[in-house]
């Protein structure tokens, strides 16, 4: 009897191409990346694609070498005996607004870790910006050579926090409907 296996469809339409007989997470999140605009933040992706692949290999239709960033995995013969049942990636729908209270637990529960994540991507940047200006105040030829770099470190920045503002006003929004339906 053959084994069922559940994987997602865009992984299962790149690991099955014969040309893909070793393969790493990056090259297989680059390769969905490019294919679905499921998958528009590349860290998600790659953490989906590490997780998909893992689950294969511990089912045993792959096989890996090496550790974490390292990792490479082969298919083993029980890939073409598997018997594999193809799931689309979960994408979360736009709900019409009925007035009817919405999952709002779980919805706040995930913009509040996405929050956490911006606000580390936010400080991330700003050290970036101030390792640049410390680095610029050195000399005139170091500040003209890393000019464009810091102005796209402080675009970033200003990126990030009109983005933690948005996060910021949705979860503001999402306990006020909270409140309003108890």
Not at 51 to 56: A, G, H, T, Y
Not at 130 to 142: Q, W
Request: hydrophobic share 35%; with cysteine.
């Amino acid at each position: 009897m053959t084994k069922k296996v559940r994987v997602n469809r865009d992984i299962y339409k790149i690991i099955s191409l014969p040309s893909m007989s070793e393969f790493r997470v990056t090259q297989i999140r680059n390769l969905i990346t490019e294919k679905s605009g499921h998958y528009s933040n590349k860290d998600t992706a790659r953490l989906y694609v590490a997780r998909q692949l893992e689950n294969l290999e511990k089912q045993g239709v792959l096989k890996s070498q090496g550790l974490r960033h390292n990792k490479t995995y082969k298919k083993t013969c029980m890939f073409a005996e598997a018997n594999f049942i193809l799931k689309d990636k979960r994408v979360s729908t736009k709900r019409s607004n009925n007035g009817g209270p919405i999952d709002s637990a779980s919805v706040k529960s995930m913009l509040i870790d996405e929050k956490k994540d911006i606000e580390s991507n936010l400080t991330i940047a700003l050290a970036e910006i101030d390792e640049y200006k410390l680095l610029m105040s050195r000399s005139k030829s170091l500040h003209n050579l890393l000019l464009p770099s810091h102005t796209d470190a402080v675009n970033n920045a200003a990126a990030l926090v009109a983005k933690l503002n948005v996060w910021t006003d949705a979860i503001k929004l999402v306990t006020q409907q909270e409140e309003k339906s108890c």
